[in-house]
């Protein structure tokens, strides 16, 4: 398979704008980017994340309230 891609239209997202569109720390963007979890391109020293993979992201991290939960997490008691 050829990793051929047109970026003509792609949007891309500096770290810091990342973190801040998913209110986390920028070194969470970069673990995530790091361990394959949100795909970046490296310009230099830079990393730039495409748009649409940090809405591709948050989309598959959406809860629907039916999975279980631990005891941690549970607002209601007894």
Known sequence: MTQEQNFSNVNFLTVQEVAELMRVSKMTVYRMVHAG??????????????ANAVESYLRSAVVDGTETQGPSSSAHAG
Not at 37 to 50: D, H, I, N, Q, T
Request: aromatic share 14%.
């Open 37 to 50: 979890e949100l795909p970046a391109v490296r310009f230099g020293r830079s990393y730039r994340v495409p």
